[in-house]
Each structure stands twice: as structure tokens, then as C-alpha cells.
């Protein structure tokens, strides 16, 4: 099965910038996470969709964050404006259902921005 | 302190056991796991456990739990170059839709 895709792989801005990464989960994967992985820790959960809903988002700077899964499938994240401290690695990742422990996260590769 | 801890380093000599060691302050966990993420790529689950079970064996992988003491280890048996990598220790949050808290990880270094 193809895997989760993310794209860009990198990306650089200047502060206040804004910026769009783009993921597509693995086909029929009904709950989708997008996490911060800031260098030197391990990645923290900024939101998570079931289907097309948000179920937390309780850690999303939603000030200059915002996120959206249209039809259930692909989503984007998008930071505007940009801050140095938005420095880090964001991996998406894909899971069959929720709430499962036999329902493992698949990342992606993730999409690593540096702001400068 | 850290929800997750974990020791940021370790070295071994190919073909010796490793044994990475995580602690966890949340005592409600239902699941912990294990995570290895190779330079440049996403994180790849390798194993987990029931807060039920003391011991998980799966070919060359043994994930030990020590509920009273809230201690996590996973040894990998033969260690191989191909080890190498960051390992990340997660506790699955109760009742929160399979989220995942992760320690820092341990970056596992394997030297002939």
C-alpha cells in the first residue's frame, strides 16, 4: 500500500511569512494527525481529524495556525505569520480508525520549515 | 518534569544487546510503544504493549513494563548497523482518540 505523502520536503521563509504543507493519508485511513517535531524533541499533536471533523486541536497555536481536511481525505496546514519558533519538522500521519491500539499511526516523511 | 522521559544517547558494539529505557509519569496509559524514526524519515512503529502485560517479545525485539515504578525499557538482541536511528517512546493518552505522548527519543548509535 502507498504510504503517507507530504509534500514539500523543505521549505525556508522569512518571519512573517505564511506557509501551506499538503498531506494525503493512506487510502481509506478515516483519522489523520498533523504533528511538531521540533529539533532535539519528540513530536507533539497540533490536530487531529476523524474524517473531515477536528477532535483536537487543543495544542494549535490557533492564532497563526489553522488546518482543514476537505471530503475526508487530503488536508493542509497552514502557518501565517510564520515565526522563528515555527522552525521544526511537521509529519502528518495516517491511522485506520481511532481509539485503537491495533490501529497503529503511519507517518509520512514529514516536511521540515526553517524560518529565518 | 517531562511526561515522557527518555536518555537522549546510546552506544553499542554490532552484535551486543541494547536496552533503551523510558519512564512515564501517567499511571492511566493503556498502551506504550515504541518508535524508531530513520534519518529523514517519518516515524516507524516497531512494537507496543498493554498496560496489562509485563513482557512483549517479538523476534529480536523484548519490551519489559514495570507498572509500579512507571519504567519502559526495549531491548534489541544482535544489534546491527542498521539499528541505528532514533528511538521514541509514546504513551497513548485514555480516551484521547489514539494520541500519542512521545519522549524526546533516544538516538541509538551502532559501532563495529
Known amino acids: 500500500e502507498a504510504g503517507v505523502a507530504q509534500s514539500p520536503r523543505y521549505k525556508i521563509i522569512e518571519k512573517r511569512q505564511s506557509v501551506a504543507f499538503w498531506c494525503n493519508p493512506i487510502s481509506g485511513h478515516a483519522t489523520l494527525y498533523w504533528y511538531q517535531q521540533i529539533l532535539g524533541q519528540g513530536p507533539k499533536l497540533l490536530i487531529q481529524?476523524?474524517?473531515?471533523?477536528?477532535?483536537?486541536d487543543s495544542q494549535l497555536p490557533k492564532d497563526r495556525f489553522s488546518a482543514e481536511r476537505l471530503k475526508g481525505v487530503d488536508s493542509t496546514l497552514k502557518i501565517q505569520p510564520a515565526k522563528l519558533e515555527d522552525s521544526a519538522v511537521y509529519l502528518c500521519?495516517?491511522?485506520?480508525?481511532?481509539?485503537?491500539?491495533?490501529?497503529?499511526?503511519?507517518f509520512g516523511n514529514g516536511t521540515r520549515l526553517t524560518v529565518t | 518534569g517531562e511526561d515522557v522521559e527518555q536518555s537522549l544517547f546510546l552506544s553499542v558494539r554490532e552484535g551486543d544487546s541494547s536496552v533503551i529505557n523510558c519512564t512515564y509519569t501517567?499511571?492511566?496509559?493503556?498502551?506504550l510503544y515504541w518508535y524508531k524514526q530513520e534519518p529523514g524519515a517519518g516515524l516507524q512503529l516497531l512494537t507496543y504493549?498493554?498496560?496489562?502485560?509485563d513482557m512483549k517479545q517479538d523476534q529480536r525485539l523484548t519490551v519489559l513494563l514495570n507498572k509500579k515504578d512507571k519504567h519502559l525499557s526495549l531491548r534489541i538482541a544482535d544489534t546491527q548497523t542498521g539499528d541505528s536511528a532514533i528511538y521514541f517512546c509514546a504513551r497513548g493518552v485514555s480516551g484521547g482518540y489514539n494520541k500519542l505522548i512521545f519522549g524526546a527519543g533516544t538516538r541509538l548509535a551502532v559501532h563495529p
Open positions: 500521519a495516517s491511522s485506520l480508525r481511532q481509539g485503537a491500539y491495533n490501529s497503529p499511526l503511519h
Open positions: 481529524f476523524q474524517n473531515n471533523g477536528v477532535v483536537d
Open positions: 504493549i498493554f498496560s496489562n502485560m
Open positions: 501517567d499511571s492511566s496509559s493503556t498502551y
